[in-house]
């Protein structure tokens, strides 16, 4: 399932795939949305350009650092330069709303509906947005959780009460040393639970959100299920992606959609149950308004 078959914008079958994407979420017996980096960048969450500059000014003058991404992987000196760095990128990625309504559109669309989240995020927007938090399950891990960079044990921490303290009580790109963060267990410094490689933790609750998750497919997966895959990149198609098209393969029922501005394809094999729409999230979830 390798082929791929393109969209275009702005023509009549761009609009008629807009009516077919209505009426799918409309009569879907469920809805397993996966999310990719392209929902947040469409609510507002871009991690370059104003937004970097308003926020990060200091550091962009003194290491030229060009994107929060980026920014976050600098070898610091001190862990107090460290997590002052973090303290604040935690602060408006986890704890402040999107500014744009992008998940509060998508909640208005499905919430009457059995739906799922499958999602690469980590920002935890759907739960800011008034998501039902069992039906969401974040496989990359939570800006708001700390976890042993060891790790020593399988626990994960939130971080909502230090990180805002840190950021409150940081001067000149430092936070006080006694808000440092180290593991109650071992005494290693703490880190953030995102999956980068093999030490990430899975912790009871990520294990609970995979158990619903896998449920929740089992026991829709030979109805009409509507797959609808939003902002996800070719990073990580092994995660959304590449299930999506292979669930949609083996269920004559089900109809797989891909919203993503520049990305929009789906395999030869599954095209005519395929509705693939190559424009921005927010965009086309405005247009059901």
């Given at each position: 399932?390798?082929?791929?078959?393109?969209?275009?914008?702005?023509?009549?079958?761009?609009?008629?795939?807009?009516?077919?994407?209505?009426?799918?979420?409309?009569?879907?017996?469920?809805?397993?949305?996966?999310?990719?980096?392209?929902?947040?960048?469409?609510?507002?969450?871009?991690?370059?350009?104003?937004?970097?500059?308003?926020?990060?000014?200091?550091?962009?003058?003194?290491?030229?650092?060009?994107?929060?991404?980026?920014?976050?992987?600098?070898?610091?000196?001190?862990?107090?330069?460290?997590?002052?760095?973090?303290?604040?990128?935690?602060?408006?990625?986890?704890?402040?709303?999107?500014?744009?309504?992008?998940?509060?559109?998508?909640?208005?669309?499905?919430?009457?509906?059995?739906?799922?989240?499958?999602?690469?995020?980590?920002?935890?927007?759907?739960?800011?947005?008034?998501?039902?938090?069992?039906?969401?399950?974040?496989?990359?891990?939570?800006?708001?959780?700390?976890?042993?960079?060891?790790?020593?044990?399988?626990?994960?921490?939130?971080n909502e009460i230090v990180v805002k303290e840190m950021v409150d009580k940081q001067q000149d790109m430092r936070i006080p040393s006694q808000l440092?963060?180290?593991?109650?267990?071992?005494?290693?410094?703490?880190?953030?639970?995102?999956?980068?490689?093999?030490?990430?933790?899975?912790?009871?609750?990520?294990?609970?959100?995979?158990?619903?998750?896998?449920?929740?497919?089992?026991?829709?997966?030979?109805?009409?299920?509507?797959?609808?895959?939003?902002?996800?990149?070719?990073?990580?198609?092994?995660?959304?992606?590449?299930?999506?098209?292979?669930?949609?393969?083996?269920?004559?029922?089900?109809?797989?959609?891909?919203?993503?501005?520049?990305?929009?394809?789906?395999?030869?094999?599954?095209?005519?149950?395929?509705?693939?729409?190559?424009?921005?999230?927010?965009?086309?979830?405005?247009?059901?308004?």
């Open positions: 399932m390798c082929s791929k078959t393109a969209t275009m914008r702005f023509t009549d079958n761009y609009w008629n795939n807009i009516k077919r994407l209505k009426k799918e979420i409309d009569t879907a017996d469920a809805i397993v949305i996966g999310a990719g980096a392209g929902l947040s960048i469409s609510a507002g969450f871009t991690y370059s350009g104003k937004r970097f500059e308003e926020n990060f000014s200091d550091f962009i003058e003194k290491y030229n650092v060009s994107d929060m991404y980026l920014a976050g992987f600098y070898p610091y000196e001190t862990l107090e330069e460290y997590w002052a760095y973090w303290s604040r990128y935690i602060a408006i990625n986890r704890y402040e709303k999107a500014p744009k309504s992008v998940y509060n559109d998508l909640l208005s669309l499905v919430q009457e509906k059995e739906y799922f989240v499958l999602t690469t995020n980590v920002d935890h927007c759907f739960q800011k947005a008034g998501f039902d938090k069992k039906r969401l399950f974040y496989t990359q891990g939570d800006y708001g959780l700390w976890q042993c960079s060891k790790p020593c044990h399988n626990q994960t921490y939130d440092i963060p180290y593991c109650p267990v071992c005494g290693a410094p703490m880190t953030m639970n995102l999956r980068a490689d093999h030490t990430f933790v899975e912790d009871e609750g990520w294990n609970e959100a995979s158990n619903r998750y896998q449920t929740f497919v089992h026991n829709y997966q030979k109805m009409h299920v509507l797959y609808l895959e939003l902002g996800v990149g070719a990073n990580t198609p092994g995660i959304i992606k590449y299930p999506f098209w292979q669930m949609t393969a083996q269920n004559p029922k089900a109809i797989y959609a891909c919203v993503n501005y520049g990305e929009a394809v789906c395999p030869r094999e599954i095209k005519k149950q395929s509705i693939c729409i190559n424009e921005d999230v927010g965009t086309v979830l405005s247009r059901f308004y």
